[in-house]
């Protein structure tokens, strides 16, 4: 029987694992971990988005400090911000908010954010740490949906896992997270030929190619673990529509041994991921005083 892996309530808990040491902090030594936040533009999306991290910030003790700009801000200006945000010694966490107008260097600007202070993961030398097994910020999405997958499976070593889809935010990192855990990884991509035969082998499949439903439940090895990431919106027969994943829930839930379902799996664990990497950015800033580090575990 196919066990749904809740979300929300393992986001909730770790939550409250980053509630608890943010106030150990401000008792013991005044430390305010603060999260600065940019926004560029009129998007209703990415309001949403911003708004939901700066209150789930504010619910655990980290500052946040909300930067709204308009979408006629130059890269310049914007490189400005970045700048000075990471000379603050209140800020430990910088997000820019994706995506930014097509006027903008996307690139020039994550490239500006502190690796210290990149709480996205985004940065070079992050994704170069990771890629090598040091300690770095790690993107959240990955992050999180390698806490749900440990959270019923907290041996992974030796295991087969299949990331599906290979970009910088969600396959190549979630592929080196699943190395470290000492998984035998493959990543399938646009291109992969037979990508049945290759869920069929896997113990877990992390499905990130932004395609709904496009993985089918016959496809997967009975007992798998299967990590959905895909946000895909789709039209119904009212007229409205709704939002399902990457793989075909109704098909997988009768194979998979655990699934997370769309929405309520992965999306509640990458705001509390970044919680988690500001509060620890926020502590490796103040190291040795601020003492270990919280464990994503």
Known sequence: MTQIIDGKQIAAELRARVQARATELRQRQGLVAGLAVVLVGEDPASHLYVDSKSQAAAEVGIRAFDHRLPSTTSTTELCRLVESLNANPEVHGILVQLPLPREVDERKVLDRVSFEKDVDG??????????????????????????????VVPELAGL????????????????????????TVTIAHSRTRDLPALCAQSDIVVAALGKPRAVRGQWLKPGSVVVDVGINRVPQETGKSRVVGDVDFESARGR??????????????????????TLNAAIRANAPDAGAQLPPF
């Open 122 to 151: 985004f940065h070079p030398l992050n994704v170069g740490k990771l890629a090598v097994g040091q300690d770095a910020l790690v993107p959240c999405t990955p992050l999180g949906s390698l806490i749900l997958i440990r959270h």
């Open 160 to 183: 087969r896992a299949l990331v599906i889809g290979r970009s910088n935010i969600v396959g190549k990192p979630m592929a080196q997270l699943l190395l470290r855990e000492h998984c």
């Open 256 to 277: 998979a041994g655990y699934i997370t379902p769309v929405p309520g799996g992965v999306g509640p664990m990458t705001i509390a991921c970044l919680l988690l990497n």
